[in-house]
């Protein structure tokens, strides 16, 4: 162990830590430390470190990034090594207070989800966020050790690198934006990215950088007359700007179909004021002036979280303003207090405890464990449920009263129903929003005003699902239909037992198994449901349980013709494809959803009946596959050698319509020597779009291909496409 490393990150740590240390508190740090140094003694964690410096980092993280105080830094710097601690349980918290030594046992409870190889995954995600209930201080610590661990990834081990990038991006992302750290957010997205997409990223990161001195340029110009303004006008204040995460960016460029030069909003100013509490939400709306009035804004682009904060308890006033050059520009007004909940998210509150704001996060946090109460478990359903309670905005609606009630974006009356009452949803057949009448589909819009209209006659049916998005809805739903189901059930057991009666044929098991086969149903409940519901004829059931015995050999299944059996499985691609951790007896072949070509980023996926799929980490379905399926995923890589076959790749073509320019694409493929499988192409009122499908030996020679493209002129965009139409 490297003692100046280990000395340079304790020191570290006391100095993080001086905003949020109390007298004696530093003699406890000091104590924690040196016992957290001989339990840890020389072990390693995933990603090389040892187990000490990656606990003092997470300290230090906490306090000095989320301003939490010795309570948290204790159990953090002893959470990999609790059970290897000669005090006792006993001894610990008598020196450190027993709640620090309920969030270590808590933070204990939990590490089971550490492993990647669990199928478990949605439960495992379910106690994580369960222990919200008991300590939140346990979720910020678990946070952060991702974190730590999403800094460090490149040391991890390659098999364990897009697990981890992946369920960080689809399940840690998004609990962190939830609790309000944006910064956290943004940083374990940008690191996901970064092992996910490597191509993307690294070509953002470079443009960024090569466009800093223009951008600084500009953001002087933009903030130069605000600063004399507002300066004029008596408000303390700072200006600052904020550069867009790369995973923002790479966002904005796939969703508008835009390249990276026409984000027109790579970054934000952010005007913070040093206002009293009973003056800052005015103080803010002067700003607020003060900046139209400089500059145009764009009305349907102001977002007031001032008054209505997020359920997170983020409040913020947020306008869009074109600048100098006619430039877009997101200008976003808060006072200090606002900005360090922003930045510190839940962390903050503690501080702030009683201030506007809070009472938001204890609405989400209740939200959050009705949909854990939900009886869907280790689901897809249940994952997506969750993520889209964790990653969402939110609408807010009034009630007749004039209460505001939030909801995800997206919601329904349906949804609106539930979230006053279950009894209420039951019986919801549609409402008043803003004195018109709607149905129980409709989808709710900021500041509408909503009454619902109910029928005792109404009942929860099966379709519902398919348009509620809240987790207490779908979850209250779910549950009336199982309950109606098992009482008509219930009563196509009474009716089945009485027509046998009449029959003079027995009931018993051998009866109800015979008609199970025979209709080819699951269980018993559901050949009760449909004798009920009338769907079985029960004189059709009669002739059933009626008719004679066939005395026939049973038919066999029919016998599929043998495989031959083959001593060693190998694969078209298994010249130049390497799969590390190799399953015997699989095959492996390319996967069609992304096409991978040599030189891709890419990992293989066990799949049930068709060996092992190659997928480039970009694939649009990686992150669900390696978030969810965690133990299927295997490494692969290409293999050195140039000699590769080749591969399909297809190429989006949008421009200008120009006399020759097929000729000129054409061209450009035979300088390549590659063969063309498909060229399907319009022009329509002057525009021309394309789709080209070709086979390559590799991506250099497909993004050479692309580059050459995209300089003719008349060519708009060349993109590579993720898969065939």
Known sequence: MDTVKLEKACKAL??????????????????????????????????????????????????????????????????????????????????????????????????????????????????????????????LIKLVERLEYMRNLEHAPETDRLPLASETYFLYAPLAHRLGFYNIKSEMEDLAVKFLEPDQYSYIEGRLRQTTASRNKFIREFSKPLDEKLQQLGFRFTIKSRTKSIHSIMLKMKKQGVEFDEVYDLFAIRIILDSDSEHEKSDCWRVYSVVTDLYQPNPSRLRDWISVPKS?????????????????????????????????????????????????????????????????????????????????DEVFVFTPRGDIRQLPAGSTVLDFAFDIHTAVG?????????????????????????????????????????????????????????????????????????????????????????????????TAQDLYFLIESGKLDLLQIKDVLTRPEQTAEPVKPAELPEKPVREETTSQYSDFLVIEDKVDGLDYR???????????????????????????????????????????????????????????????????????????????????????????????????????????????????????IQGLKGILRATRQISEQ
Not at 59 to 67: C, R
Not at 313 to 341: A, C, F, N
Not at 376 to 382: I, M, R, T, Y
């Open 14 to 139: 006391i100095d993080a830590a001086k905003g949020t240390m109390a007298p004696g508190d530093k003699a406890r740090i000091r104590r924690a430390l040196d016992i957290a140094v001989r339990a840890c003694g020389d072990n390693l964690i995933l990603t090389g470190e040892p187990e000490i410096l990656h606990a003092i980092s997470v300290a230090s993280i906490l306090t000095g990034e989320m301003g939490l105080g010795v309570t948290s830094i204790v159990p953090a710097l002893f959470h990999d090594c609790f059970d290897r601690i000669e005090l006792s349980p006993e001894e610990l918290e008598k020196e450190f207070g027993a709640k620090a030594i309920e969030i270590i046992r808590g933070f204990s409870r939990i590490t089971g989800i550490n492993s990647l190889q669990s199928s478990y995954q949605a439960e495992n995600f379910r106690k994580l966020l369960l222990s919200l209930a008991d300590d939140v201080r346990v979720i």
């Open 312 to 392: 997170n308890g983020y409040e913020s006033l947020h306008t869009t303003v074109v600048g100098p050059r006619g430039k877009w520009v997101e200008v976003q007004i808060r006072s200090v207090r606002m900005d360090e909940i922003a930045e510190k998210g839940l962390a903050a509150h503690f501080r702030y405890k009683g201030v506007k704001g809070e009472g938001g996060l204890e609405v989400w946090l209740t939200r959050m464990r009705e949909i854990l109460e939900s009886t869907d478990k280790e689901d897809k359903a249940f994952l997506d449920q969750v993520r889209s309670g964790l990653y969402t």
């Open 426 to 522: 039951a019986s919801c057949v549609g409402a008043k929003v803003n004195g018109k009448n709607v149905t129980i589909r409709y989808v709710l819009q900021n500041g509408d005003h909503v009454s619902i209209i109910r029928s005792k006659n109404q009942k929860p049916r099966e379709d519902w699902l398919s348009f509620v998005v809240t987790g207490k809805a779908k979850s209250k739903i779910k549950q009336a239909l199982n309950e109606e189901k098992t009482r008509a059930a219930a009563e196509g057991k009474e009716i089945l037992m009485r027509r046998l009666k009449n029959w003079k044929l027995p009931y018993g098991d051998s009866v109800v198994q015979k008609l199970i086969i025979h209709y080819n149903l699951k």
């Open 590 to 708: 390319l996967s069609k959803c992304c096409n991978p070509v040599f030189g891709d980023s890419i990992f293989g996926f066990v799949t049930i009946s068709e060996g092992i799929k190659i997928h480039r980490s970009g694939c649009p379905n990686a992150h669900y596959m390696m978030a969810k399926f965690p133990y299927r995923i295997v490494s692969a890589r290409w293999t050195k050698t140039g000699a590769a076959g080749s591969f399909i790749a297809t190429v989006k073509l949008t421009g200008v319509e120009e006399v020759g320019i097929v000729n000129r694409i054409a061209d450009i493929l035979s300088g390549y020597n590659v063969s063309v499988r498909n060229f399907n192409y319009s022009m329509d009122d002057g525009m021309f779009e394309g789709t080209l499908n070709i086979m390559v030996p590799n991506n250099d020679v497909l993004y050479g291909i692309i580059r050459r």
